[in-house]
């Protein structure tokens, strides 16, 4: 069997992490079985669906490194839509409704009052033409239901195992609105047909929507795929992400500069009892990947952890392989020294630029004592200067001022870099250099 699978949004809005992990899941599924992934747009909603949305998505998906095989639009694939619909009519599998939302709403309420399941009674099914024609007549455009076959739809989940739905607990839903618009259930279903999508991997949300497609997918004579529902992700306080989250927005995770990897590497093991590490590319996800790892515990996204793991990751790359990140910061000029002497510092890759502002300049020395900061001017050696060129120099400034420890080196550091604080002197002196070392201890920016 050929694998395939669909990641589905919604261009309705930016993707949050809870949207990310299931296209994460999705990708290392497919790559994990030799398969393939579709980035289907389910753009059906013509109002909400905004082409910002279809390219912030694009844009998000290819920052995670999650390439798609092929690019599917539900708005341009209508007729087949029209085809299966009219299909179901031939077969009496979709029926005409007449009420009203607020028709609808009083028999909701009319049953919840009884103690009854809010379940539709079906009187679209039992009009006669007459009455039909009657509607119409003042004016009433039908929507349509699917009739479900009464009964326990069952199936094999593929991440929470056995797995029912009683369909006679459900209202026959809805699939064609009043205006002739599709809502999402149908046109799903025909394309996961059409594209022959082997597994269809989402969020929990949809688990009562898996009956009715099951009964759909066989209703337009086709094998359903596989399903598998994981639990929605929530943030740290447990409350749902929604699309419009700012802050858990992967556009806000790559504004802030976290890396890609970072993300994938939590999101690819959140929710499951693998321990949470770092990994340099996807295809180590890949390797490491089983659907059947996820536990059915609602997984909580924490900033802070994303945070840590970001920050273990960049002290963990080489230089080859953070050199198309830097060049993309405007430091293509860096060399693999400079990334091994910052790298240690930094929790964001964004502070590398603040760490070549120091090896390049101009930077405003801090000068705590004029006297100390000269006699240290004098002593510098010559060049060329490496790793051993900060002892040699702290050496001779103790000899000649007797300072030592935090005496000796802070002022130093000081004027060097004009900062408290900041990667080992013994690997940023070399790349400042002699010209601008001298000049800095002697007070002047450089
Ligand atoms: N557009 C649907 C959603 O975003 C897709 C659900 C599915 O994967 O079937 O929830």
Redesign the pocket.
Known sequence: MTVLV?F???PTGLLHVGNARVALINWLFAKAHGGYFLLRY?DTDLERSKPEYVDGIAEDLSWLGLAWDKKAFQSKRITQYDAATEKLKADGRLYACYETPEELDYKRKRLLAKGRPPVYDRAGLRLTPAERKAFEDEGRKPHWRFKLDQGDERWEDIVRGSSHVDCASLSDPVLIRGDGSYL?TLP?VVDDIDYAVSH?I??E??VT?TAPQLQLFRALGAEPPAFGHLPLMTDISGAGLSKRLGSLSLRDLREQGLEPMAVNSLLAKLGTSDAIETRANLDLLVDEFDVGNFSRATPKFDPTELGHLNARLLHSLSFDEMRPRLAALGLADASPEFWEAVKANLTNLAEAKEWWGVVTGPVTPVIEDTGFTQTAAGLLPPEPWDQTTWGTLTAAVKTATGRKGRELFHPLRLALTGRENGPELKNLLPLIGRERALKRLGGETA
Request: proline share 8%.
């Open positions: 669909r589905a949004p919604s389910d999402y799903s269809v989402r969020g949300d949809h929507n």
